[in-house]
């Protein structure tokens, strides 16, 4: 199936509305692709508010968010080697996709916590007044279970440095990222296209020709923002 066709499919089974189709929308969870896994969570949340007495598979749901977060976890590990270019569009663009990671976890958490107003307190966990912040904090602290509790706060909790994320992430994963070139290695092994344009943006802007070998199959890649990327790190290089 072409991608944009597979893309819409998440939809389509939501507009189904049957248990069976949610059955599938979680069955699918796992996939490569953040876009598509994003759009059947978003289906699998307009299911749930459509339908909240249909049964979803929750067991399934809970080692997905697991899986998520061992990737946000992966991402504060590289995102503090990468530290040190500062505003580099590397850094942003991890930055960004780390973004997308988080709401991919509070869509989870919604559907696990569906009695609570997960998403409000996705939105006060962005704002810059401290209060707010601190609040949606709270409603967490007090709605989690303890253990999903101890892992997911530090990620979200202001007091917590980069550098305190990232040690935490090596226990949690049981490997450190020792060196910058080992963090851009993790970006463009990913099935991620964001992630691999980080990497190739990285490749340039710290002159790692050892990984330069990964930018020339990237030049004829379907994804524009990863041709474009390849290109301009090739031109750094």
């Known amino acids: 199936i072409a991608p944009e066709i597979r893309n819409e499919l998440p939809g389509v089974l939501r507009q189904i509305g049957t248990e069976a189709a949610a059955q599938v929308l979680v069955e699918n969870l796992m996939q490569g692709n953040p876009t598509l896994r ?28 697991a899986a998520e977060l061992l990737g946000h976890y992966r991402s504060h590990q590289i995102l503090h080697r990468m530290s040190a270019l500062r ?5 942003l663009t991890l930055q960004k996709t780390m973004d997308h990671e988080r709401e991919r976890i509070f869509r989870l958490l919604s559907l696990l916590y569906p009695q609570h107003d997960v ?10 007044d401290h209060v707010i912040h601190d609040n949606a904090l709270e409603f967490l602290d007090n709605v989690l279970k303890p253990q999903l509790r101890k892992i997911l706060v530090p990620l979200l909790d202001s007091e917590y ?30 099935d991620d296209p964001w992630l691999q344009a980080c990497g190739a ?32 790190a090739k031109q750094r290089l």
């Open 38 to 65: 994003f759009r059947i969570m978003f289906a699998l949340n307009k299911l749930r508010r459509q339908a909240p007495g249909i049964t979803i598979d929750l067991p399934a749901v809970e080692s997905i968010l």
């Open 119 to 128: 998403h409000s307190a996705y939105v006060g966990l962005q704002s810059k």
């Open 201 to 232: 943006h990285a490749i340039g802007a710290l002159g790692l020709n050892a990984l330069a070998t990964h930018l020339e199959g990237w030049l004829s890649s379907n994804d524009p923002a990863l041709r474009d990327a390849a290109r301009n």
């Open 87 to 91: 505003d580099d569009t590397a850094v």
């Open 161 to 190: 440095s980069l550098e305190e994320r990232a040690r935490l992430a090596d226990r949690l994963l049981g490997a450190a990222v020792p060196d910058q070139e080992s963090a851009v290695a993790l970006l463009i092994t990913s």
